[in-house]
């Protein structure tokens, strides 16, 4: 199929998702989902299109937002904030939605994962004190929701913030010893775990602009190794983020981004936050941190 005829159809297939009250679905005549109305802002606003689909998406993201500024992932769900982040970066891509961002950003900055002090006899390798951001509220801090709140604060303007700079610390707490990042455990009971592209991918992307390239080089160097074999688009994706966040280069990176999208064909459609995640990819270059960058 010819490439720009793939990455309109897969456009268009966003686009089906939209809901009429503004909005996104994760599949075809699904309910609204906040994560995969943020990426479908994300991929439209990265290719300057659908401007009333964006504003809607936007609008409805508003709609759902707390009193405390949070975004669940569902009304009955409150307790799972993560797509938060998400929003904050959806929000800023578009302009506009100050006051919805600040709120947003105020309550990551108050709100953390749960965490207690590091055991003798733990068996897990990091610092469970560091504190970062939990997938769901009083659960402990993981790599991908700490990497987007991060993403979200330097999004911002506010890195600067001693939130953020504690979650850094959280990450690199969690980077594995050869290398690399997993969901968030380095070692358990001394076995060290190994890492995966996606996680390294959001680490890095979060790492940019604190650390030096030193601190990340191995873990930059497993993921421009692994980039070479990824085909699913959550890994794909996230490996060209991390390594495109540290102005690493992949020369055929929109061939790969072809070929994974012409998986579907045997494995089936990809839910929409996956093919926002690609079409984003394509149109960036996989510098998805200057999409929104302050």
Not at 153 to 162: E, F, M, R, V, Y
């Given at each position: 199929m010819d490439p720009d005829r793939l990455i309109h159809k897969s456009i268009e297939t966003i686009v089906s998702r939209s809901l009429k009250g503004g909005g996104f679905a994760q599949r075809q005549n699904g309910r609204f989902r906040p994560d995969a109305t943020a990426w479908s802002i994300l991929a439209l606003s990265a290719g300057n299109i659908c401007?009333?689909?964006v504003e809607n998406g936007c609008i409805r993201l508003a709609a759902s937002q707390l009193i405390d500024g949070r975004i669940p992932l569902a009304e009955d769900l409150e307790d799972a904030y993560w797509p938060t982040a998400l929003a904050v970066l959806a929000w800023k891509s578009a302009g506009g939605f100050e006051n919805e961002i600040k709120r947003a950003v105020e309550f990551l900055v108050k709100t953390s994962g749960l965490h207690f002090p590091r055991e003798k006899n733990s068996p897990y390798g990091h610092d469970t004190a560091i504190r970062g951001w939990s997938w769901i509220e009083n659960?402990?801090?993981w790599v991908e929701p700490t990497s987007m709140a991060i993403l979200a604060?330097?999004?911002?303007?506010?890195?600067?913030?001693?939130r953020a700079w504690e979650a850094v610390r959280m990450i690199l707490d969690r980077k594995l010893p050869a290398g690399g990042w997993n969901y968030g455990n380095t070692t358990v009971f001394n076995r060290e775990l190994s890492p995966t592209p996606e996680h390294t991918g959001q680490a890095l992307c979060a790492l940019s602009g604190f650390v030096r390239h030193s601190e990340i080089a191995k873990s930059i160097d497993y993921l421009g190794k692994e980039i070479s074999i990824l085909q699913t688009p959550l890994s794909l994706c996230w490996g060209l983020f991390g390594l495109g966040a540290w102005s690493v280069k992949i020369r055929d990176y929109r061939e790969r981004i072809l070929n994974s999208l012409l998986l579907q064909q045997r494995y089936g459609p990809y839910d929409t936050?996956?093919?926002s995640q690609l079409i984003i990819a394509y149109n960036t270059e996989g510098n998805f941190p200057g999409l929104t960058a302050s």
């Open positions: 401007g009333n689909l659960t402990h801090s604060l330097k999004a911002t303007g506010n890195a600067g913030n001693d936050s996956l093919l």
